[in-house]
């Protein structure tokens, strides 16, 4: 390879790197606004649940666990020791303290 090939091809090579460089940190900050609107939505869509379980707990009061059938005490059970007995999260663990309007849904929704 000659010298001045050799050099062309080195400056090609650079000014690839640098057009790459500005893609990356175009690319870093797409991701950066996605992940923060992700957690944005996390949050807002945790609170949405809680309202959710809260206003169907003001319009429809919880009955003792002996009202409901054998089946259900069980699930109830279980979503009690902090799993998910709901179809979309079945059987993944709940967050200490976090409560799910989906379960609640499947264990007091046909009341
Ligand atoms: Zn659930």
Redesign the pocket.
Same mark, same amino acid.
């Given at each position: 390879m000659a010298k001045t090939d050799l050099f062309d091809e080195f400056l090609n090579l650079s000014n690839q790197s640098a057009d790459l460089a500005k893609q990356l940190a175009s690319l870093k900050d797409e991701v950066t606004a996605v992940l923060e609107q992700n957690a944005e939505l996390r949050m807002e869509n945790q609170k949405l649940r809680e309202q959710y379980v809260a206003a169907r707990g003001a319009a429809q009061p919880k009955r003792t666990s002996s009202a409901l059938p054998a089946s259900k005490q069980n699930l109830e059970k279980i979503y009690g020791e902090g799993y998910?007995? !709901?179809s979309? *999260?079945y059987g993944q663990h709940l967050e200490t303290g976090e409560s !799910?309007a *989906? !379960?609640l849904e499947a264990l007091y929704g046909d009341r």
């Open positions: 998910h007995v !709901c979309k *999260f !799910c *989906f !379960c």
